[in-house]
């Protein structure tokens, strides 16, 4: 039985406003993303932006390269990184190794993603750079100011139309559930597509909420 095409606008706006109750809007000196990550490696692979590498496994043992350091994994074990993806952006990944086959394993957790100093300019993106995070934000736009990351502005409320948002191609209203979207860049080899929906709005706020891709090329 194939799910009701109103599910799916419905349970990510259930997922924003969930998010919207743990998580703080990003500043505008920078913007940071935070949430539940799972991935996987194969041999001789890297964690997407990180030195962690996969060298081989043996009976059910991985062995990994962590920034040179050599560590032996098994299921359950922690698999955690922090450092510089390239100048401005900085990755935390706290993860755990869920299971390992013969030549690959996987791993769940957190990752926390800090942009410094975003500049966004609006463009499509065609060439995605390797280093690929989706993690969920949330963010209470005051009226006249732009959703964190995007050129998108909050203009506030239409009686009859719903709220009103400048920088969007063609219609400008948005109700609630409404869908709202922004691709471009960040900065210096730094993509992101934002794939938001509105929460909330009053005259002077509109609450935001979705799932921010940002794609890297690391330098």
């Known amino acids: 039985m194939r799910p009701r095409n109103w599910l799916v606008p419905a349970l990510a706006l259930c997922l924003a406003v969930l998010l919207a109750a743990c998580m703080t809007a990003p500043s505008g000196e920078e913007l940071v993303l935070e949430g539940p990550v799972e991935m996987g490696m194969k041999v001789g692979e890297r964690l997407p932006g990180t030195p962690v590498e996969l060298l081989s496994i043996t009976d059910g043992t991985a ?15 922690s698999l955690d990184w922090s ?24 791993t769940a ?36 100011q732009p959703v964190p990351g995007t050129t998108i502005t909050y203009l506030g409320k239409d009686p009859d139309k719903g709220a009103v ?13 409404d869908s709202l979207t922004w691709e471009g860049q960040l900065r210096e ?26 794609y890297i090329a690391p330098e």
Not at 83 to 106: P, S
Not at 195 to 207: K, M, N, S
């Open 63 to 77: 062995r990994v390269s962590i920034a040179g350091a050599l560590a032996e994994k098994k299921v359950g074990d």
């Open 83 to 106: 450092g510089t993806v390239r100048e401005g952006v900085e990755l935390k990944l706290a993860l755990r190794i869920i299971w390992i086959e013969e030549d690959e394993l996987r």
């Open 109 to 144: 957790g957190t990752a926390r993603l800090r942009i410094r100093q975003p500049a966004p300019v609006p463009q499509t993106i065609v060439n995605e750079p390797p280093v690929h995070y989706a993690l969920p934000m949330t963010a209470a736009v005051k009226r006249y």
């Open 165 to 177: 948002f400048g920088g969007v191609a063609g219609y400008p209203y948005r109700k609630v559930a």
């Open 189 to 214: 080899g730094v993509l992101a597509r934002h794939e938001l929906r509105v929460i909330l709005f009053t005259d002077d706020q509109a609450q935001v909420g979705g799932i921010v891709h940002v």
